[in-house]
């Protein structure tokens, strides 16, 4: 599921494994969300004709469901906070349009009962719910980038759709509004903000991006990251105190890692290290060079707020695959969930009953 206007490092990951292997003004409540309990968890995972599909399991990968089908790609669920839906976006109504045309869907969690809500007819991704589930945020390029481009918000039956956030008419290099989430009191949104140009400090000349925060309505955004750092895919704590996020760092040898930062730009600090070492297969002197590659990316929160839970990648020159690891907020307790990795990817963490 990829787009023109932006790179994800979520999909240049398979890739590398590819390579190495083979106009209703709305405001949400401000009901602040208690941390809840563990359920289960949705992923996406190509499935045996390359298409993306949604599949649940429990957070150790047991009981698992592939819940979306067919020759298109679905992805990006997110759990609605009682565990009874999934908003997600696919390529269904176009899948000719190489992922250039999506919308966003609601199902329930076996995959009965899909409703479209938005009907753009340009490329809408990424959407998140409000705490109490009246609202769904979404990124768009409302079928006229980069004119209409931004962060929209709209109910789960498709009405009241609005856009909260358009791109900077005052920044030239503004590209994308990207990955909306929704806090935990239903007053902000975190976003990733991506711009083309010079930002980093080695003068890479490629997309850098920041994480950002603004109110519900698109009021007062603040940068909380660095341009240099090119965050992404940021996830709130159920306390609405912390965000955890990506970032592909700023120099070669730091690839995509997990960081958590407060919610107020404080306190910024790496969950995991990740690299980037051996630049081919052969060195300077034609002796074979090993290669090695680690990323994490796609962070979300457990509902009780104890566990971060990511996608995680190690390759080398024979191989290798993404599967699912848990870090606790400190940083201890790095693990696999399964000893089995099926390129798992774009996670999030509900409520849903276990099975």
């Known amino acids: 599921m990829t787009s023109t206007r932006r790179t994800t490092r979520r999909l240049a990951i398979v890739g590398l494994v590819a390579a190495a292997t083979l106009s209703t003004p709305m405001v949400a409540p401000a009901l602040a969300t ?25 957070p150790d990968l047991t009981h698992q469901h ?25 390529t269904r109504i176009a899948p000719e349009a190489n992922g250039d045309l999506k919308e966003i869907y609601v199902m329930r969690p076996d995959g009965t009962q899909i409703t479209q809500v938005t009907h753009i007819g340009g490329y809408s991704d990424e959407p998140s719910w409000a705490p ?76 850098v991006s920041a994480l950002y925060v603004a109110d519900i309505d698109g009021g007062h955004p603040r940068r909380l990251t660095p341009w240099g750092t090119t965050t992404g895919d940021a996830d709130w704590s159920p306390d609405g105190t912390q965000l955890t996020f990506e970032t592909n760092g700023t120099h070669l040898g730091n690839f995509a890692s997990v960081m958590v930062i ?71 307790g790095q693990e696999w969930v399964s000893d089995v990795r099926l390129e798992e990817h774009q996670v999030d963490w509900g409520t849903a009953p276990l099975e």
């Open 34 to 58: 208690p941390p809840g309990s563990n359920g289960r968890i949705s992923f996406m995972r190509p499935d045996d004709n390359f298409h993306w599909q949604v599949w649940t399991a429990n």
């Open 66 to 90: 592939q819940v979306t089908s067919g020759g298109f790609d679905n992805g990006w669920a997110t759990w609605s906070p009682d565990g009874t839906r999934l908003a997600f976006e696919s």
């Open 132 to 207: 109490d589930a009246s609202l769904l945020a979404f990124a768009s390029d409302g079928a006229d980038y980069p004119h209409s481009a931004g962060i929209y918000l709209v109910r789960p039956d498709g009405t009241g759709m609005r856009r909260i956030l358009a791109l900077p008419t005052d920044d030239p290099r503004a590209r994308w509004l990207e990955a909306p989430r929704i806090s935990p009191d239903g007053r902000h949104v975190a976003y990733t903000y991506y711009r083309g140009g010079k930002d980093t400090p080695h003068k890479y000349a490629g997309e």
């Open 262 to 332: 407060g919610a107020d730009g404080s306190g910024s600090h790496a969950l995991t290290t990740d690299l980037f070492t051996g630049i081919g297969y052969f060195n300077g002197n034609g002796k074979q060079q090993p290669l090695f590659i680690s990323s994490s990316y796609d962070p979300v929160w457990s509902p009780d707020g104890t566990t971060i839970l990511f996608s995680h990648g190690s390759y080398d020159s024979t191989g290798g695959a993404t599967g699912l690891q848990v870090i606790h907020p400190d940083g201890s």
